[in-house]
């Protein structure tokens, strides 16, 4: 893989791990985050080698930097979205079991 493929590599990456997130696919977020790892590496060992320059693997970090922000954001949105929606089910449930045994207790 050439320099220019493995920061366009990273660059394709974070494209699609921005869409994921706009698109809440938290699974496809899951399985492109398993690729971070491995598109890195051949980036930062090009830049210990001298063969890219700091700056274009300094912008594309910083890139990824950001995503992982707001990825990290909208995350624990979700999650307080879930807890919230858990905790109505939950407050429900508990109505409904309270009016089934004031029914089942009523005297006949």
Do not use: D, S, V
């Given at each position: 893989m050439s320099v220019p493929e493995q920061l366009e590599a990273v660059d394709t990456l974070v494209?699609?791990?921005k869409t994921a997130l706009a698109e809440k696919n938290w699974d496809e977020l899951s399985r492109l985050n398993e690729l971070v790892k491995?598109?890195?590496e051949p980036v930062m060992a090009a830049l210990e080698?001298?063969?890219l320059s700091p700056e274009p693997v300094r912008?594309?970090?910083?890139?990824?930097q950001t995503f992982c922000d707001r990825a990290n954001i909208s995350a624990n949105e979700a999650k307080a979205e879930a807890q919230k929606?858990?905790?109505g089910v939950n407050q429900n449930r508990s109505a409904a079991k309270?009016?089934?045994n004031v029914s089942l207790n009523r005297p006949k």
């Open positions: 494209e699609y791990l491995p598109t890195i080698a001298g063969e912008e594309r970090l910083a890139a990824l929606a858990l905790k309270a009016y089934q």
